[in-house]
Nanobody, 120 residues
Framework: QVQLVESGGGLVQPGGSLRLSCAAS????????MSWYRQAPGKERELVAT????????IYQDSVKGRFSISRDNAKNTVNLQMNSLKPEDTAVYYC?????????????WGQGTQVTVSS
């Protein structure tokens, strides 16, 4: 059974930090690109950061560059998102995503999401 379980969300003041974690099981984690998405109320889900299967070449949405950092541990089947200098506009539900394309078929899994609220 595939599972992606996010943790680490919560309420934080502007300028603060949070570290999100995603624990994966039930699939070949090391073969998948891992990403964090977020969805704010009334908005489309958007890509925040992504990292290759080997842990290199992270890509970030422009609005989080220099503030967020994605990392993964293939030995522990986890992916993390370190979020610093948080802003109210970072408030959203954050989702962990695993994806790969094999033989022309896209395989994609989602976590249930964790709420991040940035407010004073």
């Amino acid at each position: 059974q595939v599972q992606l379980v996010e943790s680490g969300g919560g309420l934080v003041q502007p300028g603060g930090s949070l570290r999100l974690s995603c624990a994966a099981s039930g699939f070949a984690f090391r073969d998948y690109v891992m990403s964090w998405y977020r969805q704010a109320p009334g908005k489309e889900r958007e890509l925040v950061a992504t990292i290759t299967s080997a842990g290199g070449s992270p890509i970030y949405q422009d609005s989080v560059k220099g503030r967020f950092s994605i990392s993964r541990d293939n030995a522990k089947n986890t992916v993390n998102l370190q979020m610093n200098s948080l802003k109210p506009e970072d408030t959203a539900v954050y989702y962990c995503n695993a994806g790969r394309i094999r033989y022309g078929v896209t395989f994609q899994f989602w976590g249930q999401g964790t709420q991040v609220t940035v407010s004073s």
